[in-house]
T-cell receptor
Framework: GENVEQHPSTLSVQEGDSAVIKCTYSDSASNYFPWYKQELGKGPQLIIDIRSNVGEKKDQRIAVTLNKTAKHFSLHITETQPEDSAVYFCAASNSFQKLVFGTGTRLLVSP | SAVISQKPSRDICQRGTSLTIQCQVDSQVTMMFWYRQQPGQSLTLIATANQGSEATYESGFVIDKFPISRPNLTFSTLTVSNMSPEDSSIYLC???????????FGPGTRLTVT
């Protein structure tokens, strides 16, 4: 079955810096790759996603890139703010139903 | 996106007892999912619940331990049966925006078993 690896496990940046989180997946049939942000005490929030027919997608300060050949995808956050501090999860799906999640990245943005 | 609520938000239970968690969504959805998130860990899918059919369980999860009901298109319950301290986790429900693969999560139920 699908396996998703995520790096780094923790990431500390200064406010205004960029942050990049990387994930690799094993199943070449996977075609949907969402990213979730989970704040303390809350459920995961879908922040951006990308499908296998697209190489890059942007939404304001966040962007996701997908390299199908290498089977990896990345989340890019620019101009980081303290409110970006949270745990971020990547996920992959090959059936538009069952999501397999990465292990999570704890992002800390210091003022 | 759908508005999803879960009850209870948290509970402390004695080992050997059972707890039923409710998930309510404000619109009709076909697919609902139940996940477990152990402390500091990622999300693991327990089962997929379609209205009108038996839930489909993932490897390592069985119906006797985690019975699920899905009586209509806006509601589902997950029961954690015969609890042990190892069941202490956050239990999350999610729904799929029909036909898109996008999943939206409820706020979670924080369960502590003593």
């Amino acid at each position: 079955g699908e396996n998703v690896e995520q790096h780094p496990s923790t990431l500390s940046v200064q406010e205004g810096d960029s942050a990049v989180i990387k994930c690799t997946y094993s199943d070449s049939a996977s075609n949907y790759f969402p990213w979730y942000k989970q704040e303390l005490g809350k459920g995961p929030q879908l922040i951006i996603d990308i499908r296998s027919n697209v190489g890059e997608k942007k939404d304001q300060r966040i962007a996701v890139t997908l390299n199908k050949t290498a089977k990896h995808f990345s989340l890019h956050i620019t101009e980081t703010q303290p409110e970006d501090s949270a745990v971020y999860f990547c996920a992959a799906s090959n059936s538009f139903q069952k999501l397999v999640f990465g292990t999570g990245t704890r992002l800390l943005v210091s003022p | 996106s759908a508005v999803i609520s879960q009850k209870p938000s948290r509970d402390i239970c004695q080992r050997g007892t059972s707890l039923t968690i409710q998930c309510q969504v404000d619109s009709q959805v076909t697919m609902m999912f139940w996940y477990r998130q152990q402390p500091g860990q990622s999300l693991t899918l327990i089962a997929t619940a379609n209205q009108g059919s038996e839930a489909t369980y993932e490897s390592g999860f069985v119906i006797d331990k985690f019975p699920i009901s899905r009586p209509n298109l806006t509601f589902s319950t997950l029961t954690v049966s015969n609890m042990s301290p190892e069941d202490s986790s956050i239990y999350l429900c999610s729904v799929e925006r029909t036909g898109t693969g996008e999943q939206y999560f409820g706020p979670g139920t924080r369960l502590t078993v003593t």
